[in-house]
């Protein structure tokens, strides 16, 4: 199992950035990423990245606007957030798991999740 620690989350207003860090420890998969989860409604693929490679990938609601990255050396995966809309407001949470996945069924780490708030 692996053990995933996010941070960097907070309140900013639209049109502003925040960078989100997912430590991870234990053992390694072959993908990381992140998903989020706004009231009410149900958890949303946002991007994931290889942990060999590259190949990111990312919702088409957030295509042009987040990057994911990654850094090996530290174990670490983020996630730069630009131009945030009110509608990116939502719990935050880092996941491991296959390489290709988009289902929250495909990856069985999760993070305890991060809240981000956008103000408009």
């Known amino acids: 199992q692996v053990q995933l620690v996010e941070s960097g989350g907070g309140l900013v207003q639209a049109g502003g950035s925040l960078r989100l860090s997912c430590a991870a420890s234990?053992?390694?998969?072959?993908?990381m990423g992140w998903f989020r989860q706004a009231p009410g409604k149900e958890r949303e693929f946002v991007a994931r990245?290889?942990?060999?490679?590259?190949?990111?990938y990312y919702a088409d609601s957030v295509k042009g606007r987040f990057t994911i990255s990654r850094d090996n050396a530290k174990n670490t995966v983020y996630l730069q957030m630009n131009s945030l809309k009110p509608e990116d407001t939502a719990v935050y949470y880092c996941?491991?798991?296959?390489?290709?996945?988009?289902?929250?069924?495909?990856?069985?780490?999760w993070g305890q999740g991060t809240q981000v708030t956008v103000s408009s």
């Open positions: 996941v491991a798991g296959l390489l290709g996945a988009t289902r929250p069924a495909d990856f069985s780490s």
């Open positions: 234990g053992r390694t998969f072959s993908a």
């Open positions: 990245i290889a942990w060999i490679g590259t190949s990111p």
